[in-house]
């Protein structure tokens, strides 16, 4: 692109930092550029306090995400952070002071697309699952391949379910969702938990073993979406999450709860498991729904199927 400078850019942001919410005396922000399909932005004007001051919602700093393009763009050095300063004038109808700073910052870098940190998440989750049975061969319903950064919908390589035979039982488990994150270099097992179901093996043939396959696979890109669901689970103890098609039907919501398991031997340490149960209308007929999550409903239908928790 043509020339653009730390001063062009200082030019279009004071109109626009100078329309301060009551209060503000200074801000500060700081910027990434997009790397492998992620960016940020994080920072707020503060008060004579140092307190945060809330920004009027009429009141968009999309300009700042729009400097940060330019200034990647026109570098003539690679820069992946900008960090932006603005200070109220001393008298009125001045305008205030912007400050703007560029640098490259090694830590942010997204990790290359074969760093082998990826397949040492996949090995310690196939661990987990061999201990409690026999891991279908070749079964994976795995939905996207990853795009040139790496990234699936799940933020990591790996988007796919795993089937796991054990006496009785069938369980589906999703293989990727604590993959570390391919976009950014935070040392986060992705979205720090892995989800499952649990069938009567005798109950399933081979299509309805794939359509309960495809349909975690949905709720597990829900869950990425949310970043925080492990937490939630974990703060209220079940929670109910989704609503399910009619060709689900009795079957109408999805639950998730706590399991007492983790798998260990992650990159970045441990994670939980989620239960995932579809549930019918009647398992939580007469309850509160109003509430977070209708965690209280959720506990009662765990209580009716006899799944401690």
Known sequence: MASYSIDDAIRELAPVLGKAPAGAVSGQWTATTMQAGHSSRTGGYRD????????????????????????????????????????????????????????????IV????????????????????QRRGALQVGFAAERETANIYNQTKWFGPHRRILAIDSPG???????????PWAGVADPENGVECELFMEFDAAT??????????????????????????????????AILFCRLTEDYAPLTRIMLSRDASRIEGLPFGSVPLILVTPITEAEIQGQDLSDDWCAAAARHALAKRGIRN
């Open 169 to 179: 039982k069938l369980t589906l488990a999703t293989d990727g969702l604590s993959t």
């Open 48 to 107: 004579a306090e140092g307190k945060h001051v809330m920004e009027d919602s009429s009141h968009s700093l999309g300009i700042i995400d729009d400097v940060v393009e330019k200034l990647d763009r026109a570098a003539p050095r690679p820069i992946n952070t900008v960090v932006i300063g603005w200070k109220k004038p001393k008298f009125p109808f001045m305008r205030g002071e912007v400050t703007l700073k560029t640098s490259f910052d090694e830590a």
């Open 110 to 129: 997204p990790r290359e697309p074969d760093d082998p940190i990826y397949e040492a998440a996949a090995a310690a989750r196939r661990t987990f699952w």
């Open 204 to 237: 399933l043939n081979a299509a309805g073993v794939g359509n309960w396959a495809n349909l975690l696979i949905n709720i597990g890109d829900l869950v990425a979406d949310g970043h925080h669901v492990a937490r939630d689970v974990e703060d209220h103890g």
